[in-house]
């Protein structure tokens, strides 16, 4: 049970694959009590959020299209997993909404607020720390990628070093089976003629993207860097016909890419974020590869002493991309005590306190 003497209220907003586990997340948390669920399919409107999140029974939590309602119930916090990434804007202002109602966020994205100082407009980040400190709530977004994988655990590994010359963080995985065609053809350019190139590889959009990891990991250890941050990437093409989960991947088109942010200081790295990513296992014989498995998450610093440790997940009865989103739901869920007990306003991963999975060890 929390701190406090009631258990915390809880609004999850959205019921899509990672809304889904986060219902069950949350019902599993003693300290926490699902109280409503947001929904934008008018045919899950009024259906019971245990059925929505798969689960075999019901939660007594009837499912809603309508805000209002949602916020008229005061909730301590809400879980947001709904998509933002191509509704950037809605997004803030639903975020702008709960926090001038008193109403605590942890969400999934955008990803630009993980840390957002040097990528967003100062007037768009003061203007939701203003509307969080005048309604005394607190907005966190963070996940898997960027998030735990490469804010919380590496930070947690710079409090054993004495000496730290670089810090490089990343992703190496398979996206074979990844789920999201639309991020895999067009974001991603899997698929798509080497002679184009695809919004991702655009100037400043790696930065755009993942920045916010290199400048969290600096603000941590207390480095200023050098601006702008440094983007590289490399791509390879198809040697044949591909068919991936998400896209077709004919011979000759982009199959295969690896790029890195680099915050720099005085010209040489010294925080790098770095994405290794193929389509075929093998793909790219001379790129980075796991210790083990299909993916994983790597964290490397080196200095005195120099550490390096591979973070990999799998699901119960799934692979890679089930436990990824899975990991992701989780990490939010658990974070909300932290956050309802945080000081309002942003507030990023460096701030918060250890976060455990307590109460959820099998009995």
């Not at 207390?222 to 093409?237: I, K, N, S, T």
């Not at 005590?337 to 060890?361: C, F, Q, S």
Request: glycine share 10%; with cysteine.
């Amino acid at each position: 049970m929390s701190k406090r003497d009631v258990p915390i209220r809880v609004v999850e907003w959205s019921t899509g694959y990672l809304g889904r586990m986060a219902v069950e997340a949350i019902d599993a948390r003693p300290e926490l009590e699902l109280v409503g669920v947001f929904v934008s399919d008018p045919a899950k409107v009024g259906l019971d959020a245990g059925r929505l999140a798969g689960l075999d029974r019901d939660l007594g939590v009837d499912a809603t299209d309508d805000r209002a309602e949602l916020i008229a119930l005061a909730p301590d916090a809400v879980v947001y997993t709904a998509e933002t990434e191509s509704r950037f804007m809605e997004a803030i202002e639903d975020f702008t909404a709960f926090l001038r109602a008193g109403i605590n966020v942890v969400a999934s994205g955008p990803v630009l607020l993980q840390y957002p100082h040097g990528i967003l407009p100062a007037e768009m980040i003061s203007a939701l720390d203003e509307a969080g400190r005048g309604g005394g709530a607190t907005l966190h977004v963070n996940g898997i990628d960027p998030g735990f994988a490469n804010d919380v655990l590496p930070m947690v590994m710079t409090s054993l070093s004495r000496r730290i010359d670089l810090i490089r963080v990343g992703e190496i995985a398979d996206y074979s089976v990844y789920h999201q065609g639309e991020t895999m053809r067009r974001l991603f350019g899997f698929g798509q003629t080497m002679e184009s190139l695809p919004p991702l590889l655009r100037p400043g959009m790696l930065a755009a993207g993942w920045g916010s990891v290199v400048r969290q990991l600096a603000a941590a250890v207390g480095v200023a860097l050098d601006e702008p941050l440094v983007e590289r990437h490399e791509r390879l093409p198809a040697e044949r016909d591909l068919s991936l989960l998400a896209c077709e991947v004919p011979a000759g088109t982009q199959a295969a890419l690896r790029f890195e942010v680099a915050g720099q200081v005085d010209g040489e790295d010294r925080i790098v974020l770095e994405h290794v990513t193929r389509t075929a296992a093998d793909q790219a014989p001379d790129w980075p590869r796991p210790d083990h498995g299909d993916g994983c998450y790597r964290i490397e610093i080196h200095g005195q002493p120099s550490m390096r440790v591979e973070f990999t997940h799998h699901a119960e009865h799934g692979d890679h991309n089930e436990s990824g989103m899975l990991v992701t739901a989780m990490r939010l869920v658990n974070a909300v005590e932290a956050v309802v007990e945080a000081e309002p306003g942003l507030v990023y991963a460096k701030d918060l306190p250890m976060i455990t999975g307590r109460g959820l060890m099998r009995r």
